[in-house]
T-cell receptor, first 112, second 113 residues
Framework: SQQGEEDPQALSIQEGENATMNCSYKTSINNLQWYRQNSGRGLVHLILIRSNEREKHSGRLRVTLDTSKKSSSLLITASRAADTASYFCATDVRGGSEKLVFGKGMKLTVNP | NAGVTQTPKFRVLKTGQSMTLLCAQDMNHEYMYWYRQDPGMGLRLIHYSVGEGTTAKGEVPDGYNVSRLKKQNFLLGLESAAPSQTSVYFC????????????FGPGTRLTVT
């Protein structure tokens, strides 16, 4: 069953605005990852945050993790049309990190 | 490096036919995975392998079989295709000791009529 659940399911913004996506999960984790999927393509890894980290940055991406609330957020700053894609959070399960469980995904549309 | 490749890219099957999807990776990764992606369902793990000669069931293994005879290849078989197996199939691979990042192939779109 799905571990992660992204919110909102779809988001449409203008170029230059920030986009925030949220992910909630159910069980204890070792790490949480975010992936992007462009239409018709495979998933591409964006960023990983470990359970003992609270915030992580990579370029225009900022990820936070709140293990007490079992939630994470992905912030994309100064969005571009090329950021238009589906975004997925994925979690492993503590004690079984060889597998990931993906959320259902969130569709981001950045309008030029 | 080609990364993770999948063949074929598209396939149409009739109910009851069989086929094999091939995944190949050239990154010497130990772990390999097969997922299916359906609208509104995200990715669901079908089977996975933690090394050559080993396979394990994922979340939705029924109707599928897999084999990992060579480290670089992971095959997904459908013995008797059903319309419910219409989906996009993704293969992924990962190093054993790494950042846990999975590398995905471009996908195979399968339609069963």
């Amino acid at each position: 069953s799905q571990q992660g659940e992204e919110d909102p399911q779809a988001l449409s913004i203008q170029e230059g605005e920030n986009a925030t996506m949220n992910c909630s999960y159910k069980t204890s984790i070792n790490n949480l990852q975010w992936y992007r999927q462009n239409s018709g393509r495979g998933l591409v890894h964006l960023i990983l945050i470990r359970s003992n980290e609270r915030e992580k940055h990579s370029g225009r991406l900022r990820v936070t993790l709140d293990t007490s609330k079992k939630s994470s957020s992905l912030l994309i700053t100064a969005s571009r049309a090329a950021d238009t894609a589906s975004y997925f959070c994925a979690t492993d399960v503590r004690g079984g990190s060889e597998k990931l469980v993906f959320g259902k995904g969130m569709k981001l549309t950045v309008n030029p | 490096n080609a990364g993770v490749t999948q063949t074929p890219k598209f396939r149409v099957l009739k109910t009851g036919q069989s086929m094999t999807l091939l995944c190949a990776q050239d990154m010497n990764h130990e772990y390999m995975y097969w997922y299916r992606q359906d609208p509104g369902m995200g990715l669901r793990l079908i089977h996975y392998s933690v090394g050559e000669g080993t396979t394990a069931k994922g979340e939705v293994p029924d109707g599928y079989n897999v084999s990992r005879l060579k480290k670089q290849n992971f095959l997904l078989g459908l013995e008797s295709a059903a319309p419910s197996q219409t989906s996009v199939y993704f293969c992924a691979s990962r190093e054993v000791r790494s950042s846990y990042e999975q590398y995905f192939g471009p996908g195979t779109r399968l339609t069963v009529t």
